[in-house]
């Protein structure tokens, strides 16, 4: 799966090279994507919760959708986008965007944002979804995460009520995947993907599942 995000108030069609095979594609190829490589597009408005389903009926996957309460979503949601570029330009003391590390300035930079309402929102929300659409892989995170909890007392999480071990933050102007496999990760496993910041979905911010020929 590779998963292609541009992010912030970049609307031009130009082409992003990342020094590693990965790329934006502009709103044109895009569209021909959808039109030549038999890969269909999903117009999804982020609203409602839309599984998908393979052949065997099994869920796959979930476009996780909001609550019911839109308008305090998009709240969370700006605030959460807010805090991102706030330290995503003055954490750590960096004087542009980087690349994190765990060292200790960025180790801070990460707490706050957990501890932060929005994200554990976020967090609280995603973890339904979860516990919703796929209740036996929830329940095998969440036994495995106890076991852990049980074999090393001393381990310390991101927030002590998820069932994921682990969580990445990507800041823009560029954020993007290439192709790659994670031997760390569970071969059957989920995790959540949660696009932030203003941009316009038509226009960027696409989530391409490729083996699946889906355009979202």
Same mark, same amino acid.
Request: net charge negative.
């Given at each position: 799966?590779?998963?292609?995000?541009?992010? =912030?108030?970049?609307?031009?069609?130009?082409?992003?090279?990342?020094?590693?095979?990965?790329?934006?594609?502009?709103?044109?190829?895009?569209?021909?994507?959808?039109?030549?490589?038999?890969?269909?597009?999903?117009?999804?408005?982020?609203?409602?919760?839309?599984?998908?389903?393979? %052949?065997?009926?099994?869920?796959?996957?979930?476009?996780?959708?909001? @609550?019911?309460?839109?308008?305090?979503?998009?709240?969370?949601?700006?605030?959460?986008? %807010? /805090?991102?570029? %706030?330290?995503?330009?003055?954490? =750590?003391?960096?004087?542009? @965007?980087?690349?994190?590390?765990?060292?200790?300035?960025?180790?801070?930079?990460?707490?706050? /944002?957990?501890?932060?309402?929005?994200?554990?929102?976020?967090?609280?929300?995603?973890?339904?979804?979860?516990?919703?659409?796929?209740?036996?892989?929830?329940?095998?995170?969440?036994?495995?995460?106890?076991?852990?909890?049980?074999?090393?007392?001393?381990?310390?999480?991101?927030?002590?009520?998820?069932?994921?071990?682990?969580?990445?933050?990507?800041? =823009? @102007?560029?954020?993007?995947?290439?192709?790659?496999?994670?031997?760390?990760?569970?071969?059957?496993?989920?995790?959540?993907?949660?696009?932030? =910041?203003?941009?316009? @979905?038509?226009?960027?911010?696409?989530?391409?599942?490729?083996? /699946?020929?889906?355009?979202?």
């Amino acid at each position: 799966m590779r998963r292609l995000i541009r992010t =912030g108030m970049q609307e031009d069609n130009h082409t992003f090279e990342d020094g590693m095979g990965g790329r934006i594609y502009t709103e044109e190829e895009i569209q021909e994507l959808t039109g030549e490589d038999s890969m269909r597009y999903i117009n999804w408005l982020g609203v409602l919760s839309i599984p998908i389903i393979d %052949t065997h009926g099994r869920i796959i996957a979930v476009l996780g959708g909001t @609550p019911r309460d839109v308008e305090g979503w998009r709240a969370i949601t700006n605030r959460a986008a %807010t /805090l991102m570029e %706030t330290k995503a330009t003055h954490g =750590g003391g960096q004087t542009e @965007p980087c690349e994190l590390k765990n060292n200790k300035s960025n180790t801070q930079v990460t707490d706050e /944002l957990l501890a932060d309402e929005s994200f554990q929102h976020i967090i609280r929300f995603s973890n339904l979804l979860f516990r919703i659409f796929a209740p036996m892989l929830f329940l095998y995170y969440q036994m495995n995460m106890e076991l852990l909890r049980n074999w090393n007392p001393s381990l310390v999480w991101n927030v002590a009520f998820t069932v994921f071990a682990t969580c990445t933050f990507n800041f =823009g @102007p560029h954020a993007l995947t290439i192709p790659h496999l994670d031997f760390g990760n569970l071969a059957w496993g989920w995790c959540v993907i949660t696009a932030l =910041g203003h941009f316009n @979905p038509d226009r960027g911010g696409h989530l391409i599942l490729w083996n /699946l020929k889906l355009v979202i």
